[in-house]
């Protein structure tokens, strides 16, 4: 840890309050260059803190930055993780209030639900598909903290990775049969195409950035206890969303997920 | 244009394919081109290969994707004839030198048991028309110098057609969206596209009932039998020797291309 439990929290509440406020703010590295990848994750674990003393819950995982293209643009290696709370869901076909987000984009992506336990290191595909008790496709809502979504690593960790809301679909299904690699996803804004993807575009695989999950709490000595629901990483480029603006995700073999923005 | 002038546009492409040295644009040394007149050029440089004993064994769509148009800054969708002497096997090296500058793109096939004769022609006759449909590559080539094409250059050169590669499985459309099904292209073993059938018109089918319709409109069907390529779903990825490609699409299997 490069800082103190005083800067620490004083960061996480810049940031906590910038996202419960709607506002965006500069970069936390802007006035603090020195910090680390774990300095990020220590500011994650202290928002998280704070909405738990607030009453809220963790709703599930997430993992961010897992296209190659975003992987590169950054110069990282691995994904990113963050947290989902219980506030941040919208029912499928839900409306999503914009006025309580500061610039959101959306992302079609295959979340999971584990029936047993995740630990690793050494977790692979194989071992995540063996513990999921089935997927369903979603919708991530972004909406980074920081002026025009312009961040770095460990500025976009400590920003507990633009969570903001998300829409789980209505389709759930078990794994077997079921060809994640090259399951397709168009996303229509307003009726129009404005993104496709197949799940490959994820790490090569929707389950590579769970099992990658699984390493990275294994690290920290934590795992992914059974019934824990993912989201495993935007596979389609996000989209940005303004009040007016109708959003539908169709999935292959998954069914379809939609939101308006109000 | 005139029809020596079509004749002997016609005539300059085919040699342009035969000999492998690529022309100067059509739409610099034609200005007035029109997009019927490409057209009939194109015709008559099949002629020629048909003179030579080819036969027409299926139709293309060219330039449906926004990638694609975006890239060759074209916004319409155009068609070409594929020919017998297009085919290769899946597996059989294609000899990277047997063309001028071949780029690959990755498409769903579509297999006719019926005609299909615009206009008229719904998506939902276009699925009562299909076989079946197969993952495939198509290799597109320019006889036009660096690719500087506009769209009456690329239609006068067959629709860039260069060949193509069927893979895999026959699968009927019963019971699959293509629309929603993921393609994943490899180049060398690395992920260089993923996309949806959406990206061609919304639907590979919504493709083909716009070649019937539009070929339809010139007097000519699209027959059972034929093979028709449904336009790209990934963007044009330069082929050298050496390279090997594979696609993948969602409920469909896989198909890939090697170049020697």
Redesign the interface.
């Given at each position: 840890m490069t800082i103190d439990q005083k800067t620490l929290d004083s960061l996480a509440e810049y940031l906590e309050s910038a996202e419960l406020e709607a506002r965006e703010v500069v970069k936390i590295t802007d006035a603090h260059p020195q910090l680390t990848l774990d300095d990020g994750y220590a500011i994650q674990a202290a928002i998280r803190a704070r909405k738990e003393a607030r009453g809220n819950q963790v709703a599930g995982l997430k993992a961010g930055l897992t296209s190659?293209a975003k992987m590169k643009q950054m110069g990282v290696e691995v994904p990113c993780f963050g947290l989902l709370f219980d506030y941040m869901s919208i029912a499928n076909g839900g409306d999503v209030k914009t006025s309580e987000l500061i610039h959101p984009k959306v992302e079609a992506e295959i979340a999971f639900v584990l029936k047993a336990p995740l630990r690793g290191p050494g977790c692979h595909v194989g071992a995540v598909l063996a513990a999921t008790d089935f997927v369903v496709p979603a919708v991530e809502i972004i909406d980074s903290r920081y002026e025009n979504f312009r961040f770095d690593l460990v500025s976009v960790v400590a920003d507990n990775t633009s969570s903001s809301r998300f829409v789980v679909g209505s389709v759930a299904r078990g794994i077997e049969g079921l060809?994640l690699?090259?399951?397709?996803?168009?996303m229509e804004k307003n009726g129009e195409?404005v993104a496709?993807?197949?799940?490959?575009?994820v790490l090569?695989h929707p389950a590579e950035a769970i099992a990658q999950l699984a390493n990275h709490l294994a690290a920290r000595g934590e795992e992914i206890p059974a019934g824990t629901y993912i989201m495993s990483g935007g596979?389609t480029e996000a989209i940005p969303v303004a009040a007016g603006d109708s959003i539908q995700v169709?999935?292959?073999?998954l069914g379809s997920v939609s939101m308006r923005f109000v | 244009m005139t029809p020596e002038q079509i004749k002997l546009h016609g005539d300059a492409l085919y040699q342009a394919l035969v000999d492998r040295q690529p022309l100067a644009p059509l739409t610099e040394r034609e200005p007035d081109i029109t997009i019927d007149d490409a057209y009939r050029i194109q015709l008559r440089m099949i002629e020629r290969r048909l003179a030579k004993g080819e036969t027409v064994i299926g139709k293309k769509i060219g330039v449906t994707s926004k990638a694609v148009q975006q890239m060759l800054n074209v916004y319409q969708p155009d068609f070409g004839l594929l020919l017998s002497g297009m085919v290769y096997a899946e597996g059989q090296a294609i000899p990277a030198d047997s063309m001028i500058a071949p780029r690959a793109e990755a498409e769903v096939a579509f297999i006719l048991k019926r005609d299909l004769d615009g206009p008229g022609v719904t998506a939902a006759d276009v699925l009562r028309a299909t076989d079946f449909v197969m993952p495939c590559f198509e290799i597109v080539d320019s006889r036009i110098k660096d690719w500087k094409i506009k769209i009456q250059d690329t239609v006068a050169d067959n629709a860039s057609c260069g060949v193509f590669v069927l893979g895999g499985t026959p699968r009927s459309l019963r019971g699959l969206?293509l629309?929603?099904?993921?393609?994943?292209v490899e180049k060398n073993g690395e992920?260089v596209s993923?996309?949806?059938?959406?990206?061609v018109q919304?639907s590979p089918v919504n493709a083909v009932a716009w070649l019937a319709n539009t070929l339809g409109a010139l007097g000519i069907p699209l027959k059972a039998g034929e093979v028709i390529l449904s336009g790209s779903q990934s963007p044009l990825m330069p082929v050298k020797a050496g390279d090997f490609f594979t696609c993948?699409?969602?409920?469909l299997g896989s198909c890939s291309a090697r170049f020697s």
């Amino acid at each position: 840890m490069t800082i103190d439990q005083k800067t620490l929290d004083s960061l996480a509440e810049y940031l906590e309050s910038a996202e419960l406020e709607a506002r965006e703010v500069v970069k936390i590295t802007d006035a603090h260059p020195q910090l680390t990848l774990d300095d990020g994750y220590a500011i994650q674990a202290a928002i998280r803190a704070r909405k738990e003393a607030r009453g809220n819950q963790v709703a599930g995982l997430k993992a961010g930055l897992t296209s190659r293209a975003k992987m590169k643009q950054m110069g990282v290696e691995v994904p990113c993780f963050g947290l989902l709370f219980d506030y941040m869901s919208i029912a499928n076909g839900g409306d999503v209030k914009t006025s309580e987000l500061i610039h959101p984009k959306v992302e079609a992506e295959i979340a999971f639900v584990l029936k047993a336990p995740l630990r690793g290191p050494g977790c692979h595909v194989g071992a995540v598909l063996a513990a999921t008790d089935f997927v369903v496709p979603a919708v991530e809502i972004i909406d980074s903290r920081y002026e025009n979504f312009r961040f770095d690593l460990v500025s976009v960790v400590a920003d507990n990775t633009s969570s903001s809301r998300f829409v789980v679909g209505s389709v759930a299904r078990g794994i077997e049969g079921l060809d994640l690699r090259t399951l397709g996803m168009v996303m229509e804004k307003n009726g129009e195409v404005v993104a496709m993807a197949a799940g490959a575009s994820v790490l090569g695989h929707p389950a590579e950035a769970i099992a990658q999950l699984a390493n990275h709490l294994a690290a920290r000595g934590e795992e992914i206890p059974a019934g824990t629901y993912i989201m495993s990483g935007g596979a389609t480029e996000a989209i940005p969303v303004a009040a007016g603006d109708s959003i539908q995700v169709r999935f292959q073999d998954l069914g379809s997920v939609s939101m308006r923005f109000v | 244009m005139t029809p020596e002038q079509i004749k002997l546009h016609g005539d300059a492409l085919y040699q342009a394919l035969v000999d492998r040295q690529p022309l100067a644009p059509l739409t610099e040394r034609e200005p007035d081109i029109t997009i019927d007149d490409a057209y009939r050029i194109q015709l008559r440089m099949i002629e020629r290969r048909l003179a030579k004993g080819e036969t027409v064994i299926g139709k293309k769509i060219g330039v449906t994707s926004k990638a694609v148009q975006q890239m060759l800054n074209v916004y319409q969708p155009d068609f070409g004839l594929l020919l017998s002497g297009m085919v290769y096997a899946e597996g059989q090296a294609i000899p990277a030198d047997s063309m001028i500058a071949p780029r690959a793109e990755a498409e769903v096939a579509f297999i006719l048991k019926r005609d299909l004769d615009g206009p008229g022609v719904t998506a939902a006759d276009v699925l009562r028309a299909t076989d079946f449909v197969m993952p495939c590559f198509e290799i597109v080539d320019s006889r036009i110098k660096d690719w500087k094409i506009k769209i009456q250059d690329t239609v006068a050169d067959n629709a860039s057609c260069g060949v193509f590669v069927l893979g895999g499985t026959p699968r009927s459309l019963r019971g699959l969206d293509l629309s929603v099904a993921g393609m994943v292209v490899e180049k060398n073993g690395e992920i260089v596209s993923t996309s949806a059938g959406a990206s061609v018109q919304g639907s590979p089918v919504n493709a083909v009932a716009w070649l019937a319709n539009t070929l339809g409109a010139l007097g000519i069907p699209l027959k059972a039998g034929e093979v028709i390529l449904s336009g790209s779903q990934s963007p044009l990825m330069p082929v050298k020797a050496g390279d090997f490609f594979t696609c993948s699409v969602g409920g469909l299997g896989s198909c890939s291309a090697r170049f020697s």
